[in-house]
Nanobody, 122 residues
Framework: QVQLVESGGGLVQAGDSLRLSCAAS????????MGWFRQAPGKEREFVAA????????DYADSVKGRFTISRDNAKNTVYLQMNSLKPEDTAVYYC??????WGSGIKYDYWGQGTQVTVSS
């Protein structure tokens, strides 16, 4: 069982940066691949970024590639999402998720956080 708690969301202006954090409970964080997803009002949840167990592999949605960076610190049981050059269309609730068996965009994630709101004003 893994519990995930996101933080770092807020209200920013277009062009600003934010760093989201997701803290995981337990001593087996390094055995989970991690992902970030987002859901905007009236839209389905979509994949944002993923990182493999040791951090050597990363994957991004085309819409955030070059602006967002996912990273992890296994010693701190935390995964991060650095978001630069934010756009109004990045406004959403951002969720982190953990997966045991695989990593990437098209896999089943086993555990989810409660989400953190990111609002980007124009």
């Amino acid at each position: 069982q893994v519990q995930l708690v996101e933080s770092g969301g807020g209200l920013v202006q277009a062009g600003d940066s934010l760093r989201l954090s997701c803290a995981a409970s337990g001593r087996t964080f390094s055995s989970y691949a991690m992902g970030w997803f987002r859901q905007a009002p009236g839209k389905e949840r979509e994949f944002v970024a993923a990182i493999s167990w040791g951090g050597g592999g990363t994957d991004y949605a085309d819409s955030v590639k070059g602006r967002f960076t996912i990273s992890r610190d296994n010693a701190k049981n935390t995964v991060y999402l650095q978001m630069n050059s934010l756009k109004p269309e990045d406004t959403a609730v951002y969720y982190c998720a953990a997966a045991r068996a695989a990593w990437g965009s098209g896999i089943k994630y086993d555990y989810w956080g409660q989400g953190t709101q990111v609002t980007v004003s124009s």
